[in-house]
Structures are given as C-alpha cells and as structure tokens.
C-alpha cells in the first residue's frame, strides 16, 4: 500500500500525486496526449491521489463514481472517459478482469456512492492548486473523504501528541495522539 492510499497520510496532496506517478511510471505527465486529454487526467490522477486509489480496476471503477459524485466536476467528468485517448486505455483490458470486476461493483459502486453522499463537500476538480503543500489528512477531514481501502483500525500516522494526567493517578500522564 502506498502512502498517500492511507486515511491519515501526513503527506502534501504534490507529494501523494508524485508517489503516485513513481508508482506508474507509464502515467508520467504529457504522455504524448491531446490538450483535453492532459487536463482531464490531471484532475483524474489527483482524484486517485485524494480518494486513496491505486490503478487497479477496481480502483478505477471508484475513481470514476467519486469523480462524478465527490468532486465539483459532476457529470461533466464523463466527457474524458470519452475521449479517444481514455478509450484506448479499456480496449487494453482483458475479458476475465472486467468480469471480476463487474461482479466485486455488487459491493464497491454502493459503498463508494455512499461515501460520497457522506462528503461535507465535494473536492475541487480542476481548481486543486491551493491544496498542493496541504497534508492529505487534512483534505480528507476537510472534505469528509474515506479511502477507498479505509481501515478502521489503521494505526494513526500524525506525529502530534499530548500528554494527559489520568484521572485518580497523580503524576502518571499517558500520550495521547492527535
């Protein structure tokens, strides 16, 4: 699992994004693409950074119903699906993983809408600049998003912590993370 998949990740959004592209090198900015295509995926890669996806179809799929649901980019967001450059990408995927794929949605599409319903607002589509150095823990409190891998048990990554008296035992403190 990468860092910038994890709920908490202390890291800036510019940092999961170049976490992201050194782990699929074959993504590299410009790629050779139409204008529309770069702006599309630019907005498309963040959104995979933001909502805690990797590449894998399954993963797709939730970046595709966040997009739509959890950005400002709404419906608007299918036109780049459209685009020729996006099609080539589904004519290099083969039979057996769409079909798995179909049949994990049965779990993944409700859950992934779900959450998106449960935002306190839709993260910015194409307008992202200003949350470049913010901490990806901060944007996902801000914008109320869950990781597509989301584990409630998943061990807090912040390093800030305070200490607290406990009650009834005079001098004994415990570290408490925020």
Known sequence: MHAFERQRSPQSLASGIAEYFEANPSLANGRGLSSAAQEFFRCHDAVHVVFGCSTTLNDEAIVKISSILGTTGGFG????????????????????????????????????????????????????????????????????????????????????????????KPGHTSHVKR
Request: glycine share 4%; with cysteine.
């Open 77 to 168: 967001v299918l036109r780049g699906y459209r685009l020729h450059e996006s099609l080539e990408i589904y004519k290099q995927l083969r039979i057996t993983a769409i079909l798995l794929s179909v049949l994990q949605s049965v779990y993944l599409v409700p859950r992934s809408v779900i959450r998106c319903l449960r935002q306190t607002k839709r993260w910015p589509w194409s307008n992202f600049e200003p949350y470049m150095q913010v901490p990806l823990e901060r944007i996902r409190e801000e914008f109320g998003i869950r990781v597509a891998h989301f584990h409630i048990d998943e061990p807090d990554t912040s390093s800030t912590s305070i200490e607290k008296t406990c009650p009834g």
